[in-house]
């Protein structure tokens, strides 16, 4: 089991910058960060069943041309996803606050859930509490990101968890307040967040690229947002 509590040296490491003088380097209540909850196996296994379930939502044009391009190139170890121009992204959110991106809400993993699967998404399910979930897989190009946002307090309930694949993000956490508090996480892949009660419902979310200061690289991202009903 992979999962470590967040020491202040370890979020350190991985990214966490806190931008508020009054936030003492711990995050609030309410927000848990697991810093590298999945291997690299483990993530290729689940970014692989994601990218799957979003091409099903492809045109038979689309789904052709990334068949011809397997067979032009092989699978790929190092990458998962195939060039940005052989996926249909879109520019907008309807409400504008995910910019370039593909989405969708999943009902069952259907076949892509194998054993192996299977197994990655027990270890998932150790972090949240077994109540009604509705499960959505977001991919963004890697041009892409998120503005600040609070998710639909109608449309699902007191927590939000979501597992990060493929390029790292950063994300931003900044109180509703007048005079808000606000800390940085830097996403990478196989990180999990969970965001729970006040957070969830007080602190808005956005996503970044890291534009060059954490060491990381621009890159396309998939999350799996596993949200209460
Ligand atoms: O991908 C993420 O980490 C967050 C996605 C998000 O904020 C949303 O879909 O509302
Ligand atoms: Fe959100």
């Given at each position: 089991m992979q999962t470590r509590l967040c020491s202040p040296a370890l979020l350190k490491r991985v990214g966490f910058r806190c931008l508020?003088?009054?936030?003492?380097?711990d995050f609030p209540p309410g927000f848990t960060l697991f810093?590298?909850?999945?291997?690299t196996h483990e993530q290729r296994i689940l970014l692989t069943a994601a990218l799957d379930q979003l091409d099903s939502l492809e045109s038979k044009r689309v789904r052709r041309f990334q068949k011809q391009y397997r067979i032009l190139h092989g699978p790929s170890e190092a990458d998962a996803f195939l060039p940005e121009r052989l996926y249909t992204f879109?520019?907008?959110?309807?409400?504008?606050?995910?910019?370039d991106y593909r989405e969708m809400h999943l009902s069952s993993w259907g076949e892509s859930q194998t054993l192996d699967l299977s197994r990655v998404l027990n270890r998932l399910h150790?972090?949240?509490?077994?109540?009604?979930t509705q499960t959505h897989i977001l991919h963004l190009a890697s041009e892409g990101e998120i503005l600040p946002h609070i998710d639909n307090i109608f449309s699902s309930g007191r927590w939000i968890l979501a597992v990060s694949l493929g390029a790292a993000r950063v994300l931003r956490m900044e109180e509703n307040t007048l005079t808000p508090k606000k800390f940085d996480v830097l996403l990478t892949s196989g990180s999990v967040y969970l965001q729970r009660d006040d957070v969830r419902y007080h602190w808005k979310h956005s996503l970044t690229r890291p534009h060059g200061s954490m060491n990381t690289v621009d890159g396309q991202r998939v999350s799996i947002v596993v949200r209460v009903c």
């Open positions: 508020s003088t009054n936030c003492n380097g810093p590298s909850f999945l291997d879109q520019k907008g959110h309807y409400d504008n606050v995910i910019r150790t972090l949240y509490p077994s109540e009604n």
